[in-house]
């Protein structure tokens, strides 16, 4: 069992930045493909990156490329998503989850493990 909490969500205006963290439990942190996600009211669910275990391949959606950045700390157990350029509609719940497959998939359900969410809001 993983659990995994985000933070670092918040109000931001257009063209800002934010931070979010995504802090797992487990002793196999390093061992689990993770990924973004993000939901808008209203919407499905929708991929946002991806990084490996080690953090040496990192995959994006085409939306946030050059934008965001997906990095992970193992020692720490912590996930990142840096989020620069912030536009009205990146305006979404913001999750993080386990491919315990490892493939970086872009679509949920092959994800294990999910966080809680955290509200980020761009304001134009």
């Known amino acids: 069992q993983v659990q995994l909490v985000e933070s670092g969500g918040g109000l931001v205006q257009a063209g800002g930045s934010l931070r979010l963290s995504c802090t797992a439990s487990g002793r196999t942190f390093s061992t689990y493909a993770m990924g973004w996600f993000r939901q808008a009211p209203g919407k499905e669910r929708e991929f946002v990156g991806a990084i490996s275990g080690s953090g040496g391949v990192t995959y994006y959606a085409d939306f946030v490329k050059g934008r965001f950045t997906i990095s992970r700390d193992n020692a720490e157990n912590t996930l990142y998503l840096q989020m620069n350029s912030l536009k009205p509609e990146d305006t979404a719940v913001y999750y993080c989850?386990?491919?315990?497959?490892?493939?970086?998939?872009?679509?949920?359900?092959?994800?294990?493990?999910w966080g809680q969410g955290t509200q980020v809001t761009v304001s134009s």
């Open positions: 989850a386990v491919d315990a497959n490892g493939y970086m998939s872009e679509a949920a359900r092959a994800y294990e493990y």
